[in-house]
Every structure is written in structure tokens, then in C-alpha cells.
């Protein structure tokens, strides 16, 4: 947020941001420099890929691209991630959900993937996605939907479904949780 105060649990708000410096000059945040396959403003990236993206971007909108996912554990501050119709169709869920790193993430949308399934056993593994308040899973393939999983995701708000196949869903057990 820039305001000298850290609302975040390791400061990331204000890592980038300029400060007074003891001497009482200031600081100069980190040049943000924005690849050629980008569109940014400032920590905001839509991008085709990943190559040359800095670490430290907060919104990464990579839909409508193939993405490598194993690549998404070097950004550890992303608050929003867009992958929307950028999941191969051999990704496998729970592989892709141990590939985010950012325990900041709020916002997540995985829309147009062709994912079929979603349980508890894709997120048992799964501690850096605590904070997700947004869940966009719309227009996919969906057919079994074991709702165990949002036991995993205790802040989250909205979840969106639309447009799925969903034939099966499994109510949760207490247990799972």
C-alpha cells in the first residue's frame, strides 16, 4: 500500500515502495522493468508467459496462454492470479494448487480449463492458499464436485461454478477437514 505502515504478514505491501531512509533521504523503490510480452501498471502484469516477469508482481493475468505451471512457485506475492483457459489439458489440479506459493493469494481464476474433478485430496497437501477469498472455476468440465475441499479454504467468499458439468456432488465429512 505504500503508507509506511506493513499490512502484510512479511511486508511485502511495502517492499517496493519508496521511504524515508535514516539519514532522512529517501529511497528509491525497485525498478519494476515490464517485459515486451507484457502489459503492466506498476505490480500489475497481463502477460503471454512468464519469462523475464519479476518475482515481486502482485496481479499476474496470464489467461489465454499456455502456461508451464511449475514456474508460478517463484511468485510468492501474488494477491491475484488469472489463469483462465491457460491450463494445459494434461495439467493435473492438485499438481497445478502445489505449484502456488504465495500465501497471499485472494483471487484465483481457473475458468475454461477443462477441469473434471475437485476434492478434498487436491488441497490436502495445500497451506499456501488459506487466504483465497475468490475462486473462479466457471466453464469447465466439471462433473464430480466433493465440497470437502472448502473446509481447506476457510476465508474464502465467492466460488463460482457456472457453466459445468456437474453430475455428482459429494457433501463433506466431517473428518476430511
Excluded at 35 to 51: E, I, R, T, V
Excluded at 112 to 127: L, V
Aim: glycine residues 4%; hydrophobic residues 35%.
Amino acid at each position: 500500500m505504500c503508507d509506511g505502515a506493513s499490512h502484510c504478514p512479511k511486508n511485502e505491501d511495502e517492499n517496493l515502495c519508496k521511504h524515508k531512509s535514516s539519514l532522512g533521504g529517501s529511497i528509491s523503490p525497485k525498478k519494476i522493468i515490464c517485459p515486451d510480452h507484457c502489459k503492466c501498471a506498476h505490480l500489475k502484469f497481463k502477460c503471454k508467459s512468464l519469462n523475464n516477469v519479476t518475482k515481486e508482481v502482485r496481479a499476474l493475468d496470464l489467461s489465454a496462454n499456455n502456461v508451464d505451471i511449475q514456474y508460478l512457485k517463484n511468485f510468492t506475492f501474488l494477491v491475484y492470479l488469472n489463469l483462465s483457459s491457460s491450463l494445459g489439458a494434461t495439467t493435473i489440479f492438485q499438481h497445478f494448487l502445489g505449484n502456488i506459493e504465495s500465501a497471499h493469494l485472494q483471487n484465483l481464476d481457473i475458468s475454461y480449463n477443462k477441469i473434471t474433478h475437485i476434492s478434498i485430496t487436491n488441497f490436502r497437501y495445500i497451506s499456501n492458499i488459506l487466504n483465497l477469498l475468490y475462486l473462479n472455476i466457471s466453464n469447465n468440465k466439471l462433473n464430480v464436485l466433493e465440497l470437502g475441499f472448502l473446509g481447506k479454504l476457510p476465508k474464502l467468499r465467492l466460488l463460482i461454478l457456472k457453466d459445468n458439468e456437474i453430475e455428482t456432488i459429494g457433501v463433506m465429512d466431517k473428518n476430511e477437514v
